[in-house]
């Protein structure tokens, strides 16, 4: 996916990328919508920006098989690079366990960029929560949109922007 970096961001620093106002394309949702086959998955990338000139993305992740097999990240790129700073993936349900915690679940979880795992020399997203909040990748979605502040609002008489809540939309 083309990520990875060697540049390490504060826990403040992470808030402060989630807080900032990121604005979508107009054709955010068909974009993300359709979707690339490779490796038995189906795939999709959208880069944009937030208010303060920061570039973003957004790469989605669905398992051609397997519907809790799914991945949404919101990413950051470090500046003048490519590379890709990880600050929220969602994932679908499968095992997880955070080293430093020593918590061990198995469900759809939250990872979340942290200094302590960064200092760790682990990948900036390692952490994860376990979460109720979705079951499917077009609610992950909507989740990832939420916490990170993207844009445009979302018209309260249709919550969820990307389909139905079985996944297929």
Sequence with gaps: MGFGMSVNLTDSEIKALLEERKVLPV????????????????????????????????????????????????????PKTTSVFRLRRYNGKHRHMNRIEGDDFRDFHIHMATERYQALGAREDTYAEPTGRFSTLPQALNCLLLDGNCGPPMDPSRPNLFGDSHGTG
């Design 27 to 78: 054709d955010f949702q068909r974009r993300l919508n359709r979707r690339v086959s490779r490796l038995g998955h189906e795939r999709a990338d959208m880069d944009f920006h937030g208010a303060s000139g920061n570039r973003y993305c957004i790469k989605v992740r669905q398992g051609g098989l397997n519907l809790f097999d799914f991945s949404a990240i919101l990413g950051y790129y470090l």
